[in-house]
């Protein structure tokens, strides 16, 4: 049984540790490397049978953004569009991924993204979904969170259960503070013992990122956007030498273009960006982690966005 004290769980340590990225980075006019303006395949277009009916076509989603739209208390603002955190599957075990979610009230909205689940298939979470956000509230450098009975309830074992807890630290202190402790109550009483694998009865502070972030995640687009070309894919990657590749594929599979792009710095979590230009149909962008030893330590996690281009 893990017992959660003034640090963490001890993680996956991989690199050292970094500052967390910012969440939208394509202000940050990072170029895509290798293919300055990326060669137009010659026609990937979906063929008749598999294209799109003749319907209106649908009112593209915009990009996220951040817009201030909830005061929580005089030291804080919250955006609309806020990273939930959720669990991914990865050579070196389970990470945390982040989802760009529109959470409404922000503090409460965010955890309550968290425990529905994510609209990404890429992603996972084992929150129970009947769970009931009671309250969030910061007082003396503690974050607490209240929730109802129902959180007590998940089918996990000890690795699951440490990044639930990674989970719900992460979502929140970026809402608050990410030097901040985070306590869970359970109907406003710490909640100690949890799902036979954790004691959580002191604030937890977050693993660093390098040691508890997917090592790849794509921000934007999001998950079925549609949108018009050209686009901007960005999100933040743990590259060796800071090499991101990158590749699109058809509605039938088929790869239509590929190339990689370069993060801010290498062998530690930072932003990357690049540009697109596609024709109208559906596509699957894929992000992947950059593999030197060849597939010898496993197979690279590749995150992935279903999108329209109008």
Same mark, same amino acid.
């Given at each position: 049984?893990?017992t959660?004290?003034?640090?963490?769980?001890?993680?996956?340590?991989?690199?050292?540790?970094?500052?967390?990225?910012l969440?939208?980075?394509?202000?940050?006019?990072?170029?895509?490397?290798?293919?300055?303006?990326?060669?137009?395949?010659?026609?990937?277009?979906?063929?008749?049978?598999?294209?799109?009916?003749?319907?209106?076509?649908?009112?593209?989603?915009?990009?996220?953004?951040?817009?201030?739209?909830?005061?929580?208390?005089?030291?804080?603002s919250?955006?609309?569009?806020?990273?939930?955190?959720?669990? #991914?599957?990865?050579?070196?075990?389970?990470?945390?991924?982040?989802?760009?979610?529109?959470?409404?009230?922000?503090?409460?909205?965010?955890?309550?993204?968290?425990?529905?689940?994510?609209?990404?298939?890429?992603?996972?979470?084992?929150?129970?979904?009947?769970?009931?956000?009671?309250?969030?509230?910061?007082?003396?450098?503690?974050?607490?969170?209240?929730?109802?009975?129902?959180?007590?309830?998940?089918?996990v074992?000890?690795?699951?259960?440490?990044?639930?807890?990674q989970?719900?630290?992460?979502?929140?202190?970026?809402?608050?503070?990410?030097?901040?402790?985070?306590?869970?109550?359970?109907?406003?009483?710490?909640?100690?013992?949890?799902?036979?694998a954790?004691?959580?009865?002191?604030? #937890?502070?977050?693993?660093?990122?390098?040691?508890?972030?997917?090592?790849?995640?794509?921000?934007?687009?999001?998950?079925?956007?549609?949108?018009?070309?050209?686009?901007?894919v960005?999100?933040?990657?743990?590259?060796?030498e800071?090499?991101?590749?990158?590749? #699109?594929?058809?509605?039938?599979?088929?790869?239509v273009?590929s190339?990689?792009t370069?993060?801010?710095e290498?062998?530690?979590?930072?932003?990357?960006?690049?540009?697109?230009?596609?024709?109208?149909?559906?596509?699957?962008?894929?992000?992947?982690?950059?593999?030197?030893?060849?597939?010898?330590?496993?197979?690279?996690?590749?995150?992935?966005?279903?999108?329209?281009?109008?």
């Amino acid at each position: 049984m893990t017992t959660y004290r003034s640090s963490p769980a001890t993680a996956r340590a991989r690199r050292r540790t970094s500052a967390l990225a910012l969440l939208l980075v394509g202000g940050l006019a990072l170029t895509g490397c290798g293919d300055d303006e990326p060669e137009e395949a010659s026609d990937p277009t979906p063929s008749a049978s598999t294209s799109a009916p003749a319907t209106p076509t649908p009112t593209p989603s915009p990009s996220p953004s951040v817009s201030v739209s909830e005061e929580a208390g005089p030291e804080h603002s919250f955006s609309d569009i806020t990273p939930v955190y959720y669990a #991914v599957e990865s050579r070196t075990g389970l990470m945390l991924a982040r989802e760009p979610r529109e959470t409404g009230e922000a503090g409460v909205g965010a955890v309550e993204a968290m425990i529905s689940g994510p609209q990404d298939p890429d992603y996972s979470s084992t929150w129970n979904p009947a769970t009931k956000v009671l309250g969030i509230s910061e007082a003396d450098g503690v974050i607490n969170v209240d929730l109802s009975a129902e959180a007590r309830d998940a089918d996990v074992g000890a690795p699951g259960a440490e990044l639930m807890v990674q989970q719900l630290v992460w979502t929140v202190t970026q809402l608050y503070g990410d030097e901040l402790g985070v306590q869970l109550l359970i109907d406003g009483e710490p909640a100690g013992e949890l799902w036979s694998a954790v004691t959580w009865d002191q604030p #937890v502070t977050r693993t660093p990122a390098d040691e508890i972030r997917a090592f790849v995640g794509i921000d934007t687009p999001a998950e079925g956007t549609t949108t018009s070309s050209p686009l901007t894919v960005s999100g933040e990657a743990n590259a060796f030498e800071a090499t991101v590749p990158w590749r #699109v594929l058809d509605a039938q599979g088929k790869e239509v273009k590929s190339g990689f792009t370069t993060a801010a710095e290498g062998m530690t979590l930072s932003p990357y960006s690049f540009d697109l230009r596609l024709p109208a149909g559906d596509y699957t962008i894929e992000v992947a982690e950059d593999d030197p030893s060849g597939g010898e330590g496993g197979e690279p996690l590749t995150d992935s966005r279903s999108i329209s281009v109008k």
